[in-house]
Nanobody
Framework: QVQLVESGGGLVQAGGSLTVSCAAS????????MGWFRQAPGKEREFVSA????????YYSDSVKGRFTIPRDNAKNTVYLQMNSLKPEDTAVYYC????????????????????WGQGTQVTVSS
């Protein structure tokens, strides 16, 4: 069992930066692939970014590529989402997720690949 707790959300102006964190419980964090998803009001949950258990590979949606990064610190059981050049369309609830099944590349992008989810943190970007 893994529990995930997101933090760091808030209100930021367009063009600004924000880092959200996801802290995981347990001693097996380093064996989990981690993902970030977001959901805006009236929209489906969408993939944002993911990182392999080892940190050797990262994945990004086209909408955030070049603006967001997803570092992880296995010693701290934490994965981050560093967001730069924020846009009003980035406004959403951001969720982190953990999955440990063997992942093919396409699996990182699918919510169903992940077993555990956090409660989400709100990010609001004002224009």
């Amino acid at each position: 069992q893994v529990q995930l707790v997101e933090s760091g959300g808030g209100l930021v102006q367009a063009g600004g930066s924000l880092t959200v964190s996801c802290a995981a419980s347990g001693r097996t964090f380093s064996t989990y692939n981690m993902g970030w998803f977001r959901q805006a009001p009236g929209k489906e949950r969408e993939f944002v970014s993911a990182i392999t258990w080892s940190g050797s590979s990262t994945y990004y949606s086209d909408s955030v590529k070049g603006r967001f990064t997803i570092p992880r610190d296995n010693a701290k059981n934490t994965v981050y989402l560093q967001m730069n050049s924020l846009k009003p369309e980035d406004t959403a609830v951001y969720y982190c997720a953990a999955g440990r099944l063997p992942f093919y590349d396409a699996d990182y992008f699918r919510p169903g690949s992940y077993t555990y989810w956090g409660q989400g943190t709100q990010v609001t970007v004002s224009s």
